[in-house]
């Protein structure tokens, strides 16, 4: 019974991790466009918790925003 789950996973497996198409150049540049619109919209002095949300949406879970300058993140 093992033997038939580890051939199921390893079947199953690759299939799952590849299965998300690639993105194209236009996808790309849409997702950079999103990124700097929302990057800037958090900047502003009247920014809002939704802008703040919809540019934090827009990272990974590791990621940090770190200010080199100031050493600030």
Known sequence: MHKYVCIIVAI??????F????LTH???IAKA????TAK???????????DIDKFIALLA???????VKYSFT
Do not use: C, G, W, Y
């Open 19 to 22: 299965s998300q198409a690639e």
């Open 40 to 50: 800037n919209a958090r900047q502003q002095p009247k920014s809002t918790d939704k």
């Open 26 to 28: 236009d996808d790309m």
């Open 61 to 67: 879970d590791d990621f940090v925003d770190e200010h």
């Open 12 to 17: 199953a497996l690759p299939n799952i991790a």
């Open 33 to 36: 466009h999103a990124f700097v």
